[in-house]
C-alpha cells in the first residue's frame, strides 16, 4: 500500500519559515520524481517545486529564492524548506510521486497559515 503523509504545517507570521516533510512508503522512493503542489482556498492546485530522482530541482516563479525542495533517498522523506513566508502562501501542501506518468500518488495535505 502506498502511502504519502506530509507533515510540518502550521500558522506562522509572515517572514517565518517552515520544513515540510513528507514520508513515503510503498513505493521505491529513489526513482520517483517527487514535487509539492500547493491549492490555496478558492484556487486550483499549482506545483511548487519538484525534484528529479537525480536531483534536479526546478521551483515556481513565486517561490524561487524563498522555498527549497529536497529529498533524501535513505529516508524516504521528501522535504520542502520555505523561508519569509508571505500570505499569499497559505494554503494546503500536497506531497506527490511520479514514475513517468505511469505511476502517480497523493498525499493528503498539510495546511500552512501565514498570517500576522
Known amino acids: 500500500q502506498v502511502q504519502l503523509v506530509e507533515s510540518g504545517g502550521d500558522s506562522v507570521q509572515p517572514g517565518g519559515s517552515l520544513r515540510l516533510s513528507c514520508a513515503a512508503s510503498g513505493i521505491m522512493f529513489s526513482i520517483y520524481a517527487m514535487a509539492w503542489y500547493r491549492q490555496a482556498p478558492g484556487k486550483q492546485r499549482e506545483l511548487v517545486a519538484t525534484i528529479a530522482s537525480g536531483g534536479e530541482t526546478m521551483y515556481a516563479d513565486s517561490v524561487k529564492g524563498r522555498f527549497f525542495i529536497s529529498r533524501d533517498n535513505a529516508k524516504n522523506t521528501l522535504y520542502l524548506q520555505m523561508n519569509s513566508l508571505k500570505p499569499e502562501d497559505t494554503a494546503d501542501y500536497y506531497c506527490?510521486?511520479?514514475?513517468?506518468?505511469?505511476?502517480?500518488?497523493w498525499g493528503k495535505g498539510t495546511l500552512v497559515t501565514v498570517s500576522s
Open positions: 506527490n510521486a511520479d514514475l513517468r506518468s505511469l505511476r502517480n500518488y
